[in-house]
Nanobody
Framework: QLQPVESGGGSVPAGGSLRLSCIAI????????MAWFRQAPGKEREAVAS????????YYADSVKGRFTISQDVAKETVYLQMNNLQTEDSAMYYC?????????????????WGQGTQVTVSS
């Protein structure tokens, strides 16, 4: 069973950067899409970005466009989320997920496999 494992979270000041990593063994064989979601306390889970596992297309939530970049290294079976110019509103638990059908549709209900999450905290 596919089991994403996230790493790379931490605490940074506003304007700082972090790179999250998600290892998911053999994800290109079993899923159409890999995605990052986030959830802050008291808020619903929201989509951040997705990537086509056997292609190049990427998709982003409007709130992170121009600041975050999703990428993958198939050989390392790893998906990354480079986050630049972080703001306090980016503070959340970040989850890596595998699944999806049409990767542009960032509906979390379409993702079957989820990691445990990694915490990102941005201070002002």
């Amino acid at each position: 069973q596919l089991q994403p494992v996230e790493s790379g979270g931490g605490s940074v000041p506003a304007g700082g950067s972090l790179r999250l990593s998600c290892i998911a063994i053999k994800y290109t064989y079993t899923t159409n899409c890999m995605a990052w979601f986030r959830q802050a306390p008291g808020k619903e889970r929201e989509a951040v970005a997705s990537i086509v596992t056997r292609g190049l297309a990427t998709y982003y939530a409007d709130s992170v466009k121009g600041r975050f970049t999703i990428s993958q290294d198939v050989a390392k079976e790893t998906v990354y989320l480079q986050m630049n110019n972080l703001q306090t509103e980016d503070s959340a638990m970040y989850y890596c997920a595998a699944g999806g059908v049409i990767c542009a549709n960032l509906d979390p209900d379409l993702y079957s496999y989820w990691g445990q999450g990694t915490q990102v905290t941005v201070s002002s």
